[in-house]
């Protein structure tokens, strides 16, 4: 293996040499108790991601941070969140505004709107750092899309008291120093060049130019100052600027291209953090001044403060009397009032009692049941020996809950060494019997709810940030708790959507317009409506669900529907499918169609792994609007705080190039618990999606109701924080 080093070059890899060799002699000096310090080195760099000022590291987050970070320099701005997903995994989303460049090719399309580009980053730690060894990650920079900023590096981070070392080699445009000669090249002369361009229509992961092309030892050193808000960092970039983008020259001020001017290779900058927030200011390329900020918090720990009654504390003395002395009346309200279960029917028996009911307020499956059995063993005499909580959805029954009486009571009183509610119970299938004894009295009347939304978009022709907010007004009639008629209309408050002028490109597609007339639906219309339709839905067998609908079933479709779902207690495997026959609604009214007719549907595999906690694997498998075929991957995680982050994909036989720019349909979303921002429990939550952009091809319809959500309480984890 040969490297192409120059003397200059050769002092730099010594130093750093020597820098990593005396991080473990100094470490091997320390106790080990001296040697747990928390890692330094955990703030962002410009790109968004952990790192120094350009040089991404090997250091990850803490699991469930999420910071949403803006920087600027002379001709970048990026608008970045940085998600540790798992603590071995994490991801950056960024926006780059290249201040020099229009937003197209076309001075007349693009008016006043700089370019925008999206990114994609990723970050895999292979080894944790340990009192010998450094930590080692793998990371991807910018790997779907233009490319604009796509590299790949392998890193190391030791380290050493108050101070963080970073070594690491780059590819891509971490690599265009080419200070190094790519290893790879000699094992397999494909190595060598990296391809130029881009695949498709963008937005494809080029595989094929990985670890391709130039390569650079790159990294630096942050320390800790003995103030505490404050870290130094001083790094050697890998970039040598003469591809970026930005080098192709000032277009909005008619300059003649040119490469970004490096006037030095050594980047210095400081960190500031106070509250939740972190100031950065550096110095790059030996002419460049930068600065930026962002802000902290961590999806697993993030809280509202409740004003909620405490659970209800047991009576020291035995509740000897006949069960038929029991306040009814008041243990109803206090089901409803203090344990959020809305009750709408019960059995007695001379030594049990079964409830069914609807849990709206708190989201936990175990404080729900913890506060209802201390409700129901404070009022109930001693010779009730087994509490079932059955919990419905309308008059169709999901879950059922058995309470051992006498050792849920032990657990509660503390009356043994390690107390464990959870085994004083059992979740299971509803029992016949407990079918046999339901007969609910009130299943018929009307529903009502309302609830607020916000659309947004970002990097459009017209405006960078679009959005459209206001509330959806949704009601109906409930004939018997299975069948019902539903409908939600949308009233537009505030937004700014009548900037929208391009609708549709004058692209040429094979596909049917199913989706990309979307700013015709959703522009100059105050209030629509948004569906209308009959539903009906059941147990039909145990452990599998079944529904049928028909009407105006979102914004674009109207027409009929089936799904069945087949989903056992806890089980983190279910699957079902949906077959529906839609015509395209006009844009135009709310009432009339259009001719585009299609038979769309798809079987459903929902997976939540156990080696991957609190995430849940979906695929959609089918025919989609566009008629097209293909399967659709959706990726989501679940933190301790309800708050889910999601990804998905579409991949179906239709081509890039028939699809358009992006190459394929893919999307983001963030979910978020309505108790997040309530002082009382509640359950439900919003979704905020963002879609880098919306083309026909692997589009599927958006059904107003989804048998895996209604059925939640099926499964005892998203019972707990819920998967939208």
């Known amino acids: 293996m040969k490297f192409k080093i120059n003397n200059k070059q050769m002092k730099l890899y010594l130093f750093f040499i020597i820098s990593l060799v005396l991080c473990s002699y100094l470490q091997a000096q320390e106790t080990s108790e001296a040697w747990n310090l928390s890692p330094v080195g955990s703030s962002l760099m410009v790109h968004g991601g952990t790192g120094l000022i350009q040089t991404p590291t090997s250091r990850m987050l803490a699991d469930g941070d999420l910071r949403v970070s803006y920087t600027d320099n002379d001709e970048y701005r990026f608008w970045s969140a940085t998600i540790q997903l798992f603590p071995w995994l994490q991801s950056t989303l960024r926006y780059t505004d290249v201040r020099n460049r229009l937003y197209s090719g076309a001075a007349s399309f693009s008016g006043n709107q700089t370019l925008k580009d999206k990114g994609i980053d ?60 790519n290893p790879l090249c000699d094992l397999n002369k494909k190595f060598c060049e990296r391809p130029v361009g881009y695949s498709g229509r963008g937005g494809k992961i080029d595989y094929q130019r990985f670890f391709k092309g130039p390569a650079s030892i790159f990294g630096g050193v942050e320390y800790q100052t003995p103030w505490a808000p404050l870290r130094i960092k001083l790094e050697y970039d890998g970039n040598n ?11 909005i001020a008619n300059e003649i291209a040119s490469p970004l001017k490096q006037d030095s290779p050594w980047n210095i900058g400081a960190a500031y953090s106070w509250n939740d927030f972190d100031f950065s200011v550096n110095f790059q ?63 007695f028996t001379s030594d049990s009692l079964t409830v069914f009911g609807q849990q709206t307020s708190y989201r936990n499956n175990d404080e729900a049941i913890e506060r209802m059995g201390r409700i129901l063993a404070y009022e109930l005499p001693e010779s009730v020996k087994e509490y079932r ?57 009307f529903f009502s709810g309302i609830e607020a939304f916000w659309i947004q978009t970002f990097g459009n022709p017209e405006d960078f940030y679009l959005y459209q907010a206001g509330v959806l007004v949704s009601g109906g009639y409930s004939f018997n708790g299975k069948s019902s008629i539903a409908g939600t209309i949308k009233v537009n408050l505030f937004e700014n959507f009548d900037k929208f002028t391009f609708t549709t490109d004058g692209a040429l597609s094979t596909l049917p317009r199913v989706r990309t007339r979307a700013r015709e639906y959703v522009s100059n219309r105050e209030v629509t409506m948004e569906n209308l339709f009959l539903h009906w839905n059941d147990r039909i067998a ?11 079933l979102e914004t674009m479709f109207g027409g009929v529907g089936a799904e069945l779902l087949y989903r056992p207690v806890d089980s983190n495997l279910t699957f079902g499918f949906d077959l529906n026959y839609v015509q395209q609604r006009s844009y135009e009214n709310d009432f009339d169609f259009f001719d585009y007719k299609v038979l769309t549907g798809h079987a459903n595999i929902f997976w939540q792994p156990q080696f991957l906690p609190g995430t849940l694997l979906t695929l959609n498998i089918g025919q989609y609007l566009a008629k097209d075929k293909g399967v659709t991957v959706d990726f989501a995680k679940r933190f301790d705080s309800g708050i889910i982050v999601g990804a998905y994909a579409a991949f179906t036989d239709v081509s890039p190039e028939e699809y358009g720019e992006g190459s394929f349909t893919k999307g983001f979303y963030l979910s978020i618990p309505f108790d997040l921002f309530s002082l009382k429990p509640a359950k439900g939550a919003g979704r905020l999606p963002w879609i880098p952009i919306a083309r026909d091809g692997g589009q599927a319809l958006a059904r107003p109701i989804s048998l895996y959500n209604t059925t939640q309480e099926r499964h005892h984890s998203t019972t707990n924080n819920g998967y939208n």
């Open 122 to 181: 990723a970050k895999f730690r292979i080894l944790k750092e340990s009192y010998y060894l450094p930590e080692l990650s793998l990371g991807f920079r910018d790997f779907g899309g233009t490319g604009f900023f796509e590299s790949e590096f392998i890193g190391v981070s030791k380290q050493v008291g108050d101070f963080n070392f970073h070594l690491n080699m780059g590819w891509g445009y971490l690599g265009t120093t080419g200070n190094i000669t």
């Open 241 to 251: 600027y003469i591809n970026d983008i930005a080098s192709e020259g000032n277009i």
């Open 285 to 347: 390329r030996g002419n460049t001044i930068g600065f930026g900020v962002n802000y902290n918090f961590n999806l697993h720990t993030i809280r509202q403060v409740k004003i909620d009654n405490p659970p209800r504390q047991l009576k020291a003395k035995t509740n000897d009397f006949p069960i038929e002395q029991t306040n009814r009346n008041r243990l109803i309200k206090d089901l409803y009032y203090q344990a959020g279960f809305a009750l709408d029917d019960s059995n």
């Open 389 to 445: 909580i059955v919990n419905t959805l309308g008059s169709i029954p999901l879950v059922e809950t058995v309470i051992d009486a006498d050792m849920f009571k032990t657990q509660t009183k503390y009356q043994t060494l390690e107390p464990d509610l959870a085994s004083s119970y059992q979740r299971q299938s509803v029992s016949e019997e407990s079918i046999n004894s339901y007969n609910p009295l009130l299943t018929a009347g």
């Open 542 to 552: 145990p452990n599998l669900y079944a529904q049928v609908y028909g009407g105006y």
